[in-house]
């Protein structure tokens, strides 16, 4: 059975054209699923319309079984725990350390006060560092997010989403500013922990190329309706 099942969805905001048509797909447990398409293409409303942030207008998302759509209050919160958002690499909060950023995650917001951080329970300090380790920066705890580089930060915000022991990954550009080398790089780091954890993935990108390298699956976006649904290496030119 599917880890992350979409029926049917179709986003409309107000009155305009919808953003989001027809929209059925069904996301196994460990695969990376690539989002491509033009900007306004519906890639960013199906992310938010999967955890959330956006009310799909019809249809169900279904998550290990769970119908999204009917959740409210704490059973909402523990649905969203279970995804984890990889945002652009400046979603850190730059005067906030390292530790302090990754912690933030198991919060589950950002708005929170370093004295209440100082008092965190050691395990999560622990895994934490763990965390940091695997990501590939094991010294930078104590470092503030604004003295990192842009794939240093993206690392850093890795750590934080799986701090959450997330079953799904939603990842929304998470190249858009970083050189080549280091986008192939943080590709490759996000594909490793997805086959490591079993973790789904839906990562939007723009870069086809990197799309076709690193996603086990891609799907075309355009005007709101799937274009293309297949292995990267049936891709035709014109998606
Ligand atoms: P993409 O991520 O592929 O660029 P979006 O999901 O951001 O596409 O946008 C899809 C369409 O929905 C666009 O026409 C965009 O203008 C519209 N849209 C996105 N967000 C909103 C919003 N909050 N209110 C109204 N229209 C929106
Ligand atoms: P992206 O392509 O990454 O979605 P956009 O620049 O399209 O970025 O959107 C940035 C923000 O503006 C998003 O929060 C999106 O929901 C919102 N937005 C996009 N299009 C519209 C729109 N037509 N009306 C209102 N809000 C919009």
């Known amino acids: 059975t599917a880890m992350l099942r979409l029926e049917g969805v179709q986003k409309r905001y107000g009155r305009d054209e919808p953003a989001l048509i027809d929209i059925d797909l069904a996301l196994p447990r460990g695969q ?80 929170f006060w370093r004295s209440f951080l100082r008092r965190y329970p050691s395990a999560d300090i622990e895994t934490a560092l763990h965390m940091l380790d695997r990501v590939g920066m094991p010294h930078a705890m104590d470092k503030r ?11 850093v915000g890795i750590a934080r989403a799986l701090l959450q022991s997330p079953s799904l990954l939603l990842v929304d550009e998470p190249t858009a500013s970083l050189d080549p080398r280091t986008s192939r790089q943080i590709m490759r780091l996000i594909r490793e922990l997805c086959v490591e954890r079993g973790l789904a993935a839906i990562i939007n990108i723009h870069d086809v190329a990197l799309a076709e390298r690193f996603a086990d699956r891609i799907v075309g976006l355009r005007d709101g309706r799937i274009v293309f649904d297949g292995r990267p290496d049936t891709l035709t030119p014109s998606v």
């Open 32 to 111: 990376v699923m690539a989002l491509i398409g033009p900007s306004g293409a519906g890639k960013s409303t199906l992310i938010r319309c999967v955890n959330r942030l956006v009310e799909p207008t019809q249809g169900e998302i279904r998550l290990e079984g769970v119908a999204l759509t009917r959740l409210h209050g704490a059973e909402l919160r523990r649905a969203r725990r279970s995804m984890a958002m990889i945002f652009q690499e400046y979603a850190l909060v730059d005067r906030l350390t390292v530790m302090e950023n990754v912690l933030s995650g198991r919060l589950g917001y950002v708005g």
């Open 145 to 155: 997010a604004d003295a990192l580089s842009g794939g240093q930060r993206q690392r």
